[in-house]
């Protein structure tokens, strides 16, 4: 068939495929942007969720309905099916807030669906009915198929958006609103009316803890790091009380097996031993560190996961990204307008009921009302000799009066007439007037009248809504340091490979799928590159091991002969920082430049070794010994010392030597209960073999070494310092159970790492004030406050013995609330007595 011109383009205009298909997916967009997946700003609500409340308001009597009756009465008012009314309804009802619910409503930690609609109830909750409805303030809108009256917004007075949170798809955006704590959005909103700066952080009913560092305020591009809490039962066994934000306890377990399938944890078994509280706990492997696999598990499963929030709320029928800030401040101008709005409904109603109320007074004080007893034309002329009898009155009124108000007044019945108390009327028109003062007293203070509001509040629903989740800014996790070594690594020297897949060479270490390799050749080139299935370092290798990036204590020895000119060099250095897979050349660089002697020591040994000349060279003495620990430890590109001019037909370790470097210097960062090298927190000292000693608030001690993947926990410790066998500790602890301070001097007679001893009276609310290692220790006690305090000072040492660990001690003080102890090192150990402290 033939075409004509116009033909070409019939798809293109607006009429056509394409020009429809551009315009039904904007309209689809917009829908499920607008009606769909993003809340409003104005009440938080998705419309699904505005019409589910709306429906259970119309059907509110106090008592609970059928969930399966709430989805049938909001289908009156929602385009979609009742999967999606009853999904959404659940998720209200689990978030504790606005709905009361009755039955199996599933958990939000565990997964667990809710039961059928059929068999579940609700009803809204007495904060929603307080806060998010007013028929009076409430903006309306026909319903989809025009039956009904629906809400637009509802008049919410509460930043619920922020409360709740709120997740949504939409076309080409997402949102992504973390729920706040109740407490602290009512403590800020005041503060927003208040012209206060605030700060909002999440806050989750399944607790955990979660690192705000890059929260951002909530905007696009910023994020939180949330965990589980996963506490140390014992040596053998962990313990996980509480899930992440967003995660069920079947994914945490099934992500914790599948990491001890892979390799990256090695545990024995995971444990579901959830009920009414959440509690999964984990049996290590015979040999694995807790404080390790603890790490292991914030790398590698779910126990850490990372959240990226998104502000996008509805305004203006658009889209819009914004801040927590921002959304909250919006929420407290929004509510102290619907406060003003309320405020001038009712002052509008208190001075029509005093117009009605002083006309009524007026009508049977003065007698008008015989006015009905008239014989008049008609009934507009009875009308008018009223409206003549109250002219002399008018002025005591706030406003004309009108038709409407002598036909109510005509309505009275006749025997209210006899029963008419004018006292009474008085008395309501007094009480009328000192409402209307009120709320024009509020009116003139209306940001006051919010504050008030928010309080009451927070006192009528703030119990039992204080946060779940722990604030705390957690550490880095160095995945190549918690990582389990099973991986099998095989080297063929000769060939110069080194890899996974080498199963006929030789196998030189086990290591974790994430560790870089260090490898030195036999021509004096060094290279560092990623575990993988085989990889090319150079041949005869002479050495390969697992590298430790930024590791200054590592030093390698090595002696090396110059291929140019034949001369030997020695060199000690260290290896920090690399590029992975470059060859560096750690000789002069010439031809044929070869190790004589090459050693790695992992503390800075230096050896001393005995070196051989060939039997050809002109040297006069064979035989020479060379010491390492008189060189310095350089970098690994400096050329190194001359050892000898002749050639060298071998050489051999002679002694082996002792460490060169000082001893390590630690720290101890309370904010993340770690140690570290770099000076960050309290100076522990320098470590060569010793150990630590940590005393915790529970009263009991503990001896550790200086690992440094291990966990303390920082807000329990009272002290933690380098381990002395033979010094004295002096403690001061409550006894709850006598009410007195008791005082003690003890020294430690355990030697077992790793184990807690409890050194202080057992019993409940007992626990550690005090402690320390002086020798000659002053205790400074203070009770009272402000200009009352007295102070005390005891000599320690001078009052009480040195006793056993276990020991119960004497008593110090009675107890007192506002007591306050500290220690202070004596400027003299004179035999003057202690002022006694009554």
Not at 27 to 36: C, N, P
Not at 170 to 179: E, H, M, Q, R
Not at 730 to 752: H, M, W
Request: glycine content about 6%; some cysteine.
């Amino acid at each position: 068939m033939a075409k004509g011109k116009g033909d070409s383009n019939v798809f293109e205009n607006e009429t056509g495929v394409q020009g429809q298909y551009k315009n039904w997916f904007l309209d689809y967009a917009s829908y499920v942007i607008l009606e769909r997946a993003v809340p409003a700003m104005e009440d938080g609500l998705k419309p699904v969720q505005r019409r589910i409340l709306h429906s259970m308001k119309d059907m509110d009597d106090g008592r609970f309905n059928k969930v399966a009756n709430i989805i049938g009465q909001s289908m009156q008012y929602h385009p979609h099916g009742d999967a999606s009314i009853g999904d959404a309804l659940v998720n209200l009802g689990q978030k504790d807030l606005l709905i009361e619910t009755q039955g199996n409503w599933g958990d939000v930690r565990t997964g667990d669906q809710a039961a059928a609609p059929r068999y579940i109830e609700a009803r809204l909750s007495k904060f929603a009915l307080e806060v998010a409805f007013n028929a009076k303030t409430t903006r309306w809108q026909l319903s989809y198929d025009g039956r009904k009256q629906e809400p637009i917004t509802l008049p919410m007075k509460f930043p619920l958006l922020l409360a709740q949170g709120a997740d949504g798809i939409a076309v080409g955006l997402s949102t992504k609103i973390l729920p706040h704590n109740f407490c602290e959005l009512i403590d800020a909103s005041i503060k927003c009316l208040r012209g206060k700066k605030f700060e909002l952080f999440p806050d989750f009913q399944t607790a955990g803890m979660i690192d705000v560092t890059a929260y951002q305020d909530g905007k696009r591009g910023g994020k939180v790091r949330v965990r589980a809490k996963v506490e140390e039962l014992d040596k053998k066994t962990l313990v996980i009380r509480d899930v992440p934000y967003g995660v069920t306890t079947n994914q945490l377990m099934e992500s914790i097996t599948k990491a001890n399938d892979q390799g990256k944890i090695k545990i024995k078994k995971v444990i579901d031993l959830n009920a009414a509280e959440i509690e999964i706990q984990i049996e290590l492997a015979p040999g694995i560190s807790p404080d390790i696999t603890i790490d292991a598990l914030y790398a590698f499963t779910d126990c850490e996961v990372s959240i990226s929030p998104n502000v996008c709320v509805i305004y203006d029928n658009k889209p819009q990204f914004i801040t927590v800030s921002e959304l909250l401040r919006s929420s407290a101008n929004n509510t102290r307008e619907l406060l003003k709005m309320e405020l001038e409904i009712k002052l509008a109603e208190l001075q029509e009921k005093w117009h009605y109320t002083s006309l009524e007074k007026i009508f049977f004080e003065e007698k008008i009302y015989k006015e009905l007893e008239q014989k008049h034309e008609n009934w507009e002329k009875v009308l008018e000799a009223i409206d003549k009898a109250f002219v002399p009155y008018k002025k005591k009124l706030k406003r004309p009066i009108e038709r409407e108000d002598l036909l109510k007044l005509t309505e009275k019945p006749v025997r209210r007439i006899y029963r008419l108390d004018i006292n009474e009327l008085n008395e309501q028109i007094r009480a009328i007037e000192n409402d209307i003062k009120q709320v024009q007293f509020d009116l003139e203070n209306l940001t006051d009248y919010a504050v008030q509001y928010y309080e009451n509040l927070l006192k009528k629903y703030g119990k039992g809504r204080e946060r779940k989740t722990l604030l705390k800014e957690f550490d880095t996790i160095q995945v190549k340091q918690v990582a389990i070594a099973n991986t099998k690594l095989y080297i063929n020297r000769a060939e110069g490979f080194i890899g996974t897949g080498l199963k006929k060479d030789e196998l030189f270490c086990e290591c974790s799928d994430y560790d870089d390799i260090i490898a030195f050749t036999k021509s004096g080139t060094m290279k560092v590159v990623k575990v993988a299935d085989k990889v090319f370092i150079g041949k005869d290798i002479i050495y390969a091991a697992v590298f430790q990036k930024s590791d200054e204590r590592s030093t390698y020895n090595m002696i090396y002969v110059d291929g140019k000119t034949g001369i030997s060099f020695a060199k000690r250095f260290n290896v920090t920082g690399i590029t992975r897979d470059k060859e560096y050349d750690l000789t002069k660089g010439s031809e044929r430049s070869r190790v004589h002697y090459f050693s790695a020591n992992p503390n800075g040994e230096a050896e001393s070794v005995r070196i051989v000349l060939s039997p050809t060279s002109t040297a006069r003495i064979k035989e020479l010994d060379f010491f390492f620990e008189e060189m310095e430890i350089k970098g690994r590109s400096s050329i190194g010392n001359q050892v000898t001019k002749y050639s060298v037909k071998s050489i051999r370790m002679k002694e082996a030597g002792k460490s060169t470097l000082a001893g390590r210097k630690l720290w101890f960062d309370d904010k993340f209960g770690r140690l570290n090298t770099e000076g960050k927190g309290k100076y522990l000292g320098s470590f060569e073999d010793e150990k630590i000693i940590v005393f915790s608030k529970n009263g009991s001690y503990e001896i550790t070494d200086t690992e440094m993947n291990q966990r303390f926990d920082a807000e329990n410790i009272v002290l933690i310092e380098k381990y002395q066998p033979e010094q004295v500790i002096a403690a001061v602890y409550l006894d709850q159970d006598k009410k007195q301070f008791n005082i003690k001097r003890f020294v430690i007679e355990t030697s077992t790492l790793k184990t807690p001893f409890t050194f202080i009276k057992e019993g409940a609310g007992n626990y550690l004030v005090t402690v320390t290692t002086q020798a000659e220790p002053l205790l400074i006690v203070s009770t009272g406050k402000g200009q009352q305090v007295r102070k005390a000072t005891f000599k320690v040492a001078k009052m009480v013995e040195v006793t056993g660990w276990k020991a119960v001690g004497t008593k110090l003080t009675e107890f007192h609330k506002s007591i306050e102890m500290s220690w202070n090192q004596p400027a003299n150990t004179d035999n003057q007595q202690p002022e006694l402290f009554e």
